[in-house]
């Protein structure tokens, strides 16, 4: 089956500063990489999505980044505010594994004022 | 909120005890899922049910059994449950099976 490994686990940056989160997957029949934040006390919420089929994705200061052939995809946050602190999860999905959704470990993000 | 209301938000049982989570969604989803969510592990998908019909069951003991009476209510039946049960049970939603999952806060299971 799929495995996503995810880094790091924790990260911490100023306020301000840029951060990057990297996941690996190993099935290359995924095609369906979202990313989910949680904060504490909540469940995770969906924050950005991509597919396959295209190699960037922006929404304001949140953008993700797929490279298909290493089989990677990235989280990159600019202009970090404290309230950006949370644990990030990225997940990958494929249509031949009836579209189950797995998840890496998640990285605790802490932004420093 | 993100419209999947889980219940209760904490519990805590002995091992012989019978508890059940529950779980309601008003988005209209045809989906649900339970996800059981422990420190430092990936998210482990336990059940989905798709349209009222379960079709994932991704070797879950005997001793969590899943109920879903219609779309939008979802229960996990908990019995004779050991201490390495305790962790965070999301349910989620989707549209359909495979597209984007909608989460609730989660119940917080403690074992003793």
């Known amino acids: 089956g799929e495995n996503v490994e995810q880094h790091p686990s924790t990260l911490s940056v100023q306020e301000g500063d840029s951060a990057v989160i990297k996941c690996t997957y190993s099935?290359?029949?995924?095609?369906?990489f979202p990313w989910y934040k949680q904060e504490l006390g909540k469940g995770p919420q969906l924050i950005i999505d991509?597919?396959?089929?295209?190699g960037e994705k922006k929404d304001q200061r949140i953008a993700v980044t797929l490279n298909k052939t290493a089989k990677h995809f990235s989280l990159h946050i600019t202009e970090t505010q404290p309230e950006d602190s949370a644990v990030y999860f990225c997940?990958?999905?494929?249509?031949?594994?009836?579209?189950?959704?797995?998840f890496g470990t998640g990285t605790s993000l802490t932004v420093i004022p | 909120e993100t419209g999947v209301t889980q219940t209760p938000r904490h519990l805590v049982m002995g091992m012989t005890n019978k508890k059940s989570l529950k779980c309601e969604q008003h988005?209209?989803?045809?989906?649900m899922y339970w996800y059981k969510q422990s420190a430092k592990k990936p998210l482990e998908l336990m059940f989905v049910?798709?349209?009222?019909?379960?079709?994932e069951n991704n070797s879950v003991p005997s001793r969590f059994s899943p109920e879903c009476p219609n779309s939008s209510h979802l229960f996990l039946h908990l019995h004779t449950l050991q201490p390495e049960d305790s962790a965070l049970y999301l349910c989620?939603?989707?549209?359909?099976?495979?597209?984007?999952?909608?989460f609730g806060a989660g119940t917080r299971l403690s074992v003793l």
């Open positions: 989620a939603s989707s549209q359909v099976q495979g597209n984007i999952q909608y």
């Open positions: 099935d290359s029949a995924s095609n369906y």
């Open positions: 991509i597919r396959s089929n295209v």
């Open positions: 997940a990958a999905s494929a249509s031949n594994t009836g579209n189950q959704f797995y």
């Open positions: 988005l209209g989803h045809n989906a």
């Open positions: 049910y798709n349209f009222k019909e379960q079709t």
